[in-house]
């Protein structure tokens, strides 16, 4: 049975949900490309970015309400960048990567970005086909950009 969405509403990231974001990028990410605290704080704490989480209504604990989130970064250029977006394994494909990807698109546009661009492995087929169900295009081959070995593409949407 398909979860609903409205099981999940979007708020802006703060400080305390820091452990438990680190936590979840953890579970999202093989050892060799997940972000390191430092990493992760710097991306999620960085002046000209925004982080979103999506919460579960019925989630029991502050860890469990965390069903997914997503870190963007508004460049000089005007264009937001997707940092991370990461999602429960219990809760995808039931929305929820829509809902932040939407969510972030909302504010970029607000902050009057005109395109949002994002890196994904080539190998990864289910978050390539995902992005390009939500009408993003691959711009570019990154060669190597994942630890030397895994080469990435460079995906645009104008908004």
């Known amino acids: ?20 974001l680190f936590k979840l990028v953890q579970q999202c990410f093989p050892p060799e490309i997940a972000y390191s605290r430092a990493e992760l704080s710097s991306y999620v704490e960085r002046k000209g970015s925004f982080t979103l989480i999506a919460e579960d209504s019925e989630g029991t604990t ?19 960048h997707i940092i991370t977006i990461d999602t429960r394994p219990k809760h995808r494909r039931k929305g929820l990567g829509t809902l932040l ?15 949002v661009a994002l890196e994904v492995a080539v190998d990864n087929t289910a978050a390539i086909t ?3 169900r939500h009408k993003f295009n691959v711009l570019k081959t990154l060669p190597r950009y994942y630890n030397g ?9 104008r908004l």
Not at 62 to 80: C, D, H, L, M, S
Not at 149 to 157: A, E, P, R
């Open 62 to 80: 502050p860890a469990e309400k965390i069903a997914g989130f997503i870190t963007v970064e508004i460049t000089r250029e005007g264009y937001g």
């Open 1 to 20: 049975m398909m979860r609903e969405v409205s099981l999940f509403r979007l708020r802006p990231y703060v400080h305390s949900d820091f452990e438990n």
């Open 130 to 132: 995902f992005y390009k």
């Open 149 to 157: 070995k895994v080469d990435g593409l460079l995906m645009t949407k």
């Open 101 to 115: 990807i939407q969510g972030a698109e909302k504010k970029i546009k607000a902050l009057e970005g005109f395109m």
